[in-house]
């Protein structure tokens, strides 16, 4: 199935100066997704995750764009079209911190 979100986002602990706002588009199927979006640098991302879990869910997988090839990030479902997250976040520099965010599913 396609699936289309806009998620916006916070840096903790990070620093710079971030993109806050994520479109992101993917093909998902038996909780795999795999897509792009836009990153915190202003950057097209392409990743593959698999998701764990219900209304409480961990996504794991690898992403470009990132000194760190790996994604994981943590949520929770508020309703069928928003989600609240955090994911940890690593810099190519070593600083270390947290983005956490709200996603809204547009389709």
């Known amino acids: 199935m396609l699936a289309a979100s806009i998620a916006f986002s916070a840096h ?15 093909l998902e199927r038996d909780q795999w997704k795999a897509g792009a979006y836009l ?10 995750a ?17 000194s760190v090839p790996v994604m994981l990030r943590a949520g929770v ?4 079209r928003a989600a609240l997250w955090i994911a940890p976040a690593v810099k190519a520099d070593g600083n270390r911190g947290a983005v956490v965010g709200v ?5």
């Open 39 to 48: 990153n915190s640098n202003e950057e097209i991302s392409v990743f593959a």
């Open 50 to 66: 698999r998701r764990f879990g219900g209304d409480a869910w961990i996504e794991a997988g690898v992403v470009s764009g990132y």
């Open 103 to 107: 996603e809204f599913r547009l389709f």
């Open 77 to 80: 479902q508020v309703g069928k």
């Open 12 to 26: 903790i602990g990070l620093s710079g100066s971030f993109n806050a706002a994520h479109p992101a588009l993917w």
